[in-house]
Nanobody
Framework: QVQLVESGGGLVQPGGSLRLSCAAS????????MRWYRQGPGKERELVAA????????NYADSVKGRFVISRDNAKNTVYLQMDNLKPVDTAVYYC?????????WGQGTQVTVSS
């Protein structure tokens, strides 16, 4: 069955870095665009970053441009989110999704907390 499993979250101080991973299985990963979303406390889910199936086109929310980098390794069926210069406002549950046409699959999320 389809699985997306996020990992790499945790507690980090402001200015620190984390690298999230999302391991995919159960579908043809290389055919799917991948996205990272986040949902902070009391906030709506927001799209943070996206990458096309080939890894050649990326897009970012304005709030993370210049600090976050999305990448993928189709040989490992994994998408990554490198997060640098983290701020308390980045505190959220981060979810990855796989999107192709009308199909979108979701992971269970990983908590990122930025606090001193």
């Amino acid at each position: 069955q389809v699985q997306l499993v996020e990992s790499g979250g945790g507690l980090v101080q402001p200015g620190g870095s984390l690298r999230l991973s999302c391991a995919a299985s159960g579908f043809t990963f290389s055919l799917y665009a991948m996205r990272w979303y986040r949902q902070g406390p009391g906030k709506e889910r927001e799209l943070v970053a996206a990458i096309d199936s080939f890894g050649g086109i990326t897009n970012y929310a304005d709030s993370v441009k210049g600090r976050f980098v999305i990448s993928r390794d189709n040989a490992k069926n994994t998408v990554y989110l490198q997060m640098d210069n983290l701020k308390p406002v980045d505190t959220a549950v981060y979810y990855c999704s796989a999107l192709r046409q009308l199909n979108e699959y979701w992971g269970q999320g990983t908590q990122v907390t930025v606090s001193s």
